[in-house]
């Protein structure tokens, strides 16, 4: 199964079915952000600290794997210059249909997230990636190109799943029984029965990987980055957040 083609297929079903990370921000939300009243997240609930931002005043922001009419658009009307990467073409629809809704000026490109090849290197000030690695068999070569195409002092923003979320078995975890069975790094396209991948393709769910801390947070300093902060954050739909926080947040910069 090529897990590119699988998940843009499912990211798409998403969006046609309403999913939360696909409804695109309303007039209001676009409204505020052009008087500099804003904020976005990274993961499912906490707001990121503006104090994580330069000047957003034309500011150049890519946001990774970042469809969904969300992020971007609110970028865009606090002044950015705004580029949206999705391997979901109809993420990206979401985008241009606020950015049409509001006359805003944004850049969207479908590809994979370790691919960004079709930007030059030294093209953004800020790469801002929500939770979505997840959805990525391998990370060094998100963070190789994430340094790649920042600026000397850029920023790295991402958002991602607690290794945790990964270790218990998978259909019995979306009732709420937290049963450990898997190891990481894991993946839902190899590490699981055939029953139970039948079961997320029957209903057109995204196949996940779970990636370890030493990969995403070691593989974000080994690509060149320095960490200078990070939070944790909780989904209150996740069994494992009556108990600990379930995602992570981090900002590098390139050094």
């Given amino acids: 199964m090529d897990v590119r083609q699988y998940n843009q297929q499912a990211w798409d079903q998403l969006v046609e079915r309403q999913n939360e990370w696909t409804r695109p921000v ?10 500099g009243d804003w904020e ?20 150049r922001i890519l946001g990774l794997a970042s469809g969904g009419g969300q992020q971007g658009p609110i970028f865009a009307a ?21 950015a049409d809704r509001e006359g805003l000026d944004l850049q969207t490109v479908e590809g994979d997230m370790a691919d960004l090849s079709a930007f030059a290197d030294g093209s953004f000030d800020v790469v801002f990636n929500p939770c979505s690695n997840c959805y990525a068999e391998s990370l060094p070569p998100i963070w190789r190109e994430c340094a790649r195409v920042l600026c000397s002092g850029g920023i790295l923003m991402v958002g991602f799943s607690s290794p945790t979320l990964f270790i218990f078995d998978a259909l019995k975890y979306e009732r709420g029984e ?3 069975r898997n190891a990481l790094p894991y993946s839902e396209f190899t590490d699981i029965t055939e029953e139970e991948r039948q079961s997320f393709i029957d209903r057109g769910e995204p196949l996940m990987f779970g990636h370890t801390l030493q990969d995403q947070i070691g593989g974000q300093l080994a690509a060149g980055f320095h960490l200078t ?27």
């Fill in 78 to 98: 606090a002044g950015a210059d705004v580029t949206i990467l999705d391997n979901s073409p109809k993420q990206l629809e979401q985008d241009r249909l606020v």
């Fill in 40 to 59: 976005v997240v990274l993961t499912p609930k906490i707001p990121v600290p503006r104090s994580w931002f330069p000047d957003l005043k034309g500011c």
């Fill in 26 to 35: 309303d007039a209001d939300k676009v409204a505020r952000a052009r008087k």
């Fill in 178 to 180: 937290l049963e450990v």
């Fill in 229 to 255: 902060d990070m939070f944790e954050d909780r989904d209150e739909k996740c069994a494992l957040s009556r108990y600990m926080a379930t995602y992570i947040a981090t900002r590098t910069v390139k050094v």
